[in-house]
């Protein structure tokens, strides 16, 4: 039973949301456009606000409803509460529908960076966690101005926050582990990102985005 939980939410992890939302409302293929993942992000620069809400709020309840379902069949497991929603971000970065062949002919399996179910996992085990980290990712996410950097800072609040809980004796300090586990994953997914952040081309969003796009119009005019 164990081991089909966490194929289940795998499996839960797997659904592509925004490959299928910015198919519904422009035809297009996500993995086309952008970076070629299927999280919100992308499925903003593919589709617009509508399908990104949509795609951020189904790929959350992925983690959270991964949580769910370890506490209704395995209450009090916490081992379990915390490996569903690990693998529910494998399934979202590593989907089992996505799978294709690369230039060299073999298999991979596509998705997206796992933010979205991160923050679903931490929610599941916590609700009130929302509340504290909603506000750290609009600071980050509008601040920074890069996704990936909120993507990988989230996970980092979320063990502050879970470490304070755990200290007060208000949650278990396996929660902790959750949260560093979904870091580890959610660098690996990003390490495109990471190298891109390096060199300074890492795709920008909001002002930065805004930035970016004056600055080239500025020099292709000055040509």
């Known amino acids: 039973m164990p081991i089909l939980i966490l194929l289940v939410s795998y499996v839960l992890g797997s659904i592509p949301f925004g490959l299928l939302f910015v198919r519904l409302s422009t035809g297009k293929d ?20 509508a399908a ?16 769910w379902l370890a506490h209704w069949l395995f209450p009090g497991n916490h081992w379990m509460s915390i490996l569903a929603p690990a693998m529910a971000i ?18 991979r399996l596509r998705g997206g960076a796992g933010g979205a179910p991160a923050l679903g996992g931490a929610l599941g085990l916590w609700p009130g966690s929302i509340l504290v980290l909603t506000p750290f990712i609009l600071l980050i996410y509008f601040g920074a101005g890069y996704a990936s950097v909120t993507t990988m ?31 580890v994953l959610l660098l690996w997914a990003l390490r495109p990102n990471i190298h891109l952040l ?26």
Request: glycine letters at 10%; charged letters at 25%.
């Open 52 to 67: 990104a809400i949509l795609t951020l709020l189904l790929d959350v309840f992925k983690g959270a409803g991964a949580v």
């Open 198 to 223: 390096f060199e300074g081309k890492e795709r920008g969003v909001g002002w930065r985005a805004r930035k970016v796009k004056e600055k080239a119009e500025t020099e292709q005019e000055s040509k």
């Open 153 to 183: 800072t989230v996970p980092l609040i979320a063990t502050l926050l879970f470490a304070v809980r755990a200290w007060q004796g208000l949650s278990p300090w396996t929660y902790v582990i959750y949260c560093l586990l979904a870091e």
């Open 90 to 107: 494998i399934g979202h970065n590593y989907s089992i529908f996505l799978a294709e062949r690369d230039e060299n002919g073999r298999w």
């Open 30 to 49: 996500v993995r086309q456009i952008g970076s070629g993942r299927t999280g919100t992000t992308n499925t903003l620069r593919a589709a617009g606000p």
